[in-house]
């Protein structure tokens, strides 16, 4: 059995006239089991879903305490600093993954997405790759390739992996989200984009991305009035769980809109 000891040090300051300050140390005992890890590990997922990603983060940091060579455990810390727009600490978890278990395509596929996050498309494209590799049906990473192949001016190719995703997983908003984005960042088909983006809002009104998306597209259109209206909503729902990035896009769209 594996057992890791975390000692603490509390300071205790005890106000007597004849009493001098003293430090009580304090012994916090984590002990290692397959099911302690599972369960951790399904806690910090369940978290995720819910937008609970400080939570998460705090539970994924104490799995990789008790059981530091659980790949799947600094993944989801990654995935738990990504959905903080921490994509600095979120690249080095996933890298840590990487590096324990070289083998899982979603690893690759992460980093693949947290690298076009960074504006680096040939290094995303390239660990997309390694993903598709490993497991030719990993979603996210045929995604991130047909939104770097949209970049490059690819826009076949991209359509092609787009409709090869969603044939996949359907019931995934953020492939019909991406392929609306793209649609509208390369001006391929603006109404479309828009039939697109309303999908993906229709089947997850959690995602504040997707009514700034939305947003971008009413004000491409003119329709201020509706523009607002998604933009108001983006920030209203960064605001619990707290996503300071995600409102400073959307507050500094809304000033142009405003203007």
Request: aromatic share 10%.
């Amino acid at each position: 059995m594996k057992i890791i000891i975390i000692t603490l040090s509390i300071l205790m300051i005890l106000s007597c006239s004849e009493q001098e300050n003293s430090i009580i140390s304090e012994e916090i005992t984590y002990e290692y089991s397959p099911q302690a890890s599972l369960d951790l590990y399904v806690q910090g997922h369940r978290f995720i879903e819910q937008g609970k990603y400080k939570e998460a983060q705090k539970t994924y940091e104490k799995l990789i305490i008790i059981d530091p060579e659980f790949s799947k455990a600094w993944e989801g810390l990654a995935d738990s600093s990504l959905l903080q727009s921490d994509l600095s600490q979120a690249k080095n978890h996933i890298e840590k993954a990487i590096e324990i278990n070289p083998s899982i395509a979603s690893h690759y596929s992460k980093k693949a997405l947290i690298l076009y996050y960074l504006d680096e498309y040939d290094p995303s494209e390239r660990f997309a790759n390694y993903a598709l590799d490993i497991d030719n049906n990993d979603v996210r990473a045929i995604i991130v390739s047909a939104a770097v192949k949209a970049q490059k001016g690819l826009l076949d190719q991209s359509n092609e992996l787009f409709e090869s995703a969603i044939s996949l997983e359907p019931e995934d908003s953020s492939i019909y989200y991406w392929k609306a984005k793209s649609f509208r960042e390369f001006e391929i088909d603006l109404n479309q984009s828009m039939n697109l983006i309303n999908t993906a809002i229709s089947m997850d009104r959690s995602a504040p991305a997707y009514f700034i998306e939305r947003g971008l597209l009413y004000y491409t259109f003119g329709d201020l009035e509706k523009a607002e209206i998604d933009l108001l909503e983006a920030i209203e729902i960064s605001k619990n769980p707290r996503n300071q990035s995600i409102i400073d896009k959307a507050n500094k769209i809304l000033e142009d809109v405003r203007n």
